[in-house]
């Protein structure tokens, strides 16, 4: 258990940010189901809408920490593969 203030403090802070990377994670999330979503019915245009809403999500969550770069650089790509195969 923590003895010190700082260590108090820490683990208080520790909290606090993980409720907020958590929420930004999952709302990453969302926007990725939203374009697999699209991407399931056969809708192109739906799907382009939702990947061009998903692109700045993921790397919002790059540059907050919550992502690693070369992760979201390779989600967007497979799903920019999948979107441009739908023909």
């Excluded at 019915?41 to 999500?57: F, I, N, T, V």
């Excluded at 992760?71 to 497979?78: P, V």
Aim: aromatic content about 2%; hydrophobic content about 45%; proline content about 2%.
């Amino acid at each position: 258990m923590a003895n010190t203030p700082q260590a108090k403090k820490r683990i208080r802070r520790n909290n606090a940010r993980a409720e907020v990377n958590g929420a930004r994670v999952s709302r990453i999330r969302t926007f990725l189901k939203k374009v697999a979503l699209a991407l399931t019915s056969g809708d192109k245009g739906a799907a382009a809408a939702a990947l061009a809403a998903a692109q700045p999500e993921l790397m919002r969550g790059v540059s907050k920490g919550v992502l690693h770069k070369n992760t979201a650089s390779r989600k967007f790509a497979r799903l920019t593969k999948r979107v441009s195969a739908l023909g």
